[in-house]
């Protein structure tokens, strides 16, 4: 009889896997230097160009700054946001800025308001790179199957 079947492998169980990056994932920052920020409340819309080297803010619209704010009339409607997307792509334009990343937050979807100010960037000439991330699906514990 095979007792050893029973018990599990502990010492694998111990160690802690250490999660190694890729060299992709390592080098990323420096071959696609800026990612796009958007930020959708109930109150305003904010969207910001961000070198992921430096974290330095490059371009940055936000619906209640002044320009937007008096011209627009309110600082939450479609028309905003769309006035929000062009800005910021004339500004990033004007910064030498042709291609960005945007990874969204989790739980957070392509629709509505940020589904406009997106793709308003995108009309007004800016190449956006949406990176969504993958979801791991966590592996069922198999157990061993017993005959008697």
Known sequence: MDCGSDVPNSV????KKVQTLTFNQLTAPYHEPFCLD???????ARASVIHRGTSKVVAVAHSI???I???MG???NEATCRAVGQILAQRALEDD???????PRSGERLEG?????LQSIIDSGLSVKVK????KHKKKLSLPQYSS
């Open 12 to 15: 694998a169980e111990k160690k």
């Open 38 to 44: 958007i930020q959708i409340s109930n109150a305003s």
């Open 65 to 67: 700054s002044k320009d």
């Open 69 to 71: 704010k008096f011209d």
């Open 74 to 76: 309110s600082t939450r």
């Open 97 to 103: 800025i042709h291609n960005v990343v945007y990874t």
């Open 113 to 117: 308001k940020l589904q406009i100010v």
């Open 132 to 135: 969504l991330k993958q979801r």
